[in-house]
């Protein structure tokens, strides 16, 4: 089955690098003009090296510097896009941070940034982008969650705690816009090769290990998993699909 994305506008929010980035580049050779948005220095530099590769390659797109737990900032580039695309057609939540930490070493403050950048940031991005969406016919939200939901882990609680708040985010999104069709969905990873994974365990075998010990498909995740799943959930064949959580983990949440 292939994947038509062909007129369609689709944001993704947290796509410079990692996940967010294939799914931009993937969004853009199915056919979409796509938009990201970027925070840090190292997220500019990867932003940089995506604009040109799209640039060489013929692609539309948009890149905004952008925090996405800033209301203010948030509301001003979707009023940018607003006028450049009058529309929005998708859109992926992609942004997060975790890192691991013991419960009770957790300070507040942290608490309260992790769940900024992975839950409230959603709820921002998701309230603007439906505010375009209804007006012009629909369109897909696809958020990227965790896997860590499910057991609890994935290196500290506040980030497993927003992972799930996504959850009720999901389903309140379906249940106040589905009759405008507007979908909503959740893609939950596991165990994913992306940059972060690879600073944890830098040493190529010892990943491999972990694949074959972690997982029941015998592998880590890689970024194209991801993406697959999430240009699915944004193109037209899953137009029936909606308030679903899919969890592209190679079996490890629940063969554990």
Known sequence: MNIELTG?????????RGIGGR??????????AVAWTYFSDSGEKASAELSRELT???RSFLSFRVDSTDEEGTLEMFAALREKWGRLDGLVYNAGFTSPKDFCDISYDEWKRVVDINLNG???????GVKIMRGSGGGAIVLIGSAAVVAGGGGRADYVAAKAGLEGLNRA?????????IRCNIVHPSLIETELLCQRHPDPDKRRI??????PLGRLGRVEDISNAALFLLSDQASYITAQSLFVDGGRSFCK
């Not at 972990?210 to 997982?215: R, T």
Request: proline residues 0%; charged residues 30%; positive net charge.
């Open 8 to 16: 369609k506008k689709i944001l993704i929010v947290g796509g410079a």
């Open 23 to 32: 799914i931009v580049r993937d969004c853009a050779s199915a056919g979409a």
């Open 56 to 58: 060489s390659a013929g």
């Open 122 to 128: 959603a709820f921002l991005a998701v309230r603007e």
């Open 173 to 181: 999104v379906t249940k106040y816009f589905a009759k405008e069709k």
């Open 210 to 215: 972990l694949g074959e010990k972690e997982v």
